[in-house]
Nanobody, 124 residues
């Protein structure tokens, strides 16, 4: 069992930055691929970013490439999502996810563990 707790969401103006954190407890953090997803009001949950177990490989949705960065600190059991140049369309609840496999799916179907989500609101 893995418990995930996100933090760092909030209200920011367009063009601003936020850093989300997700702390994992339970089994060995470094055994899990990690990812971030988001769900905007009235829309389906969508993949944002993924990172492998060591942190050596990352991948991003096209909509956030060049603006968002995912990283992890296995010593701190934490995965981060650094978000810059935020746009109003980035407004969503952001969810941290963990799975023994790499997280690459668009919707997150089949991912084993989810956090409770943190709200990010970008004003224009």
């Amino acid at each position: 069992q893995v418990q995930l707790v996100e933090s760092g969401g909030g209200l920011v103006q367009a063009g601003g930055s936020l850093r989300l954190s997700c702390v994992a407890s339970g089994r060995t953090f470094s055994s899990y691929g990690m990812g971030w997803f988001r769900q905007a009001p009235g829309k389906e949950r969508r993949f944002v970013a993924g990172i492998n177990r060591s942190g050596g490989s990352t991948w991003l949705a096209d909509s956030v490439k060049g603006r968002f960065t995912i990283s992890r600190d296995n010593a701190r059991n934490t995965v981060y999502l650094q978000m810059t140049s935020l746009k109003p369309e980035d407004t969503a609840v952001y969810y941290c996810a963990a799975d023994p496999q790499l997280i690459t799916g668009v919707s997150g179907a089949g991912v084993d563990y989810w956090g409770q989500g943190t709200q990010v609101t970008v004003s224009s």
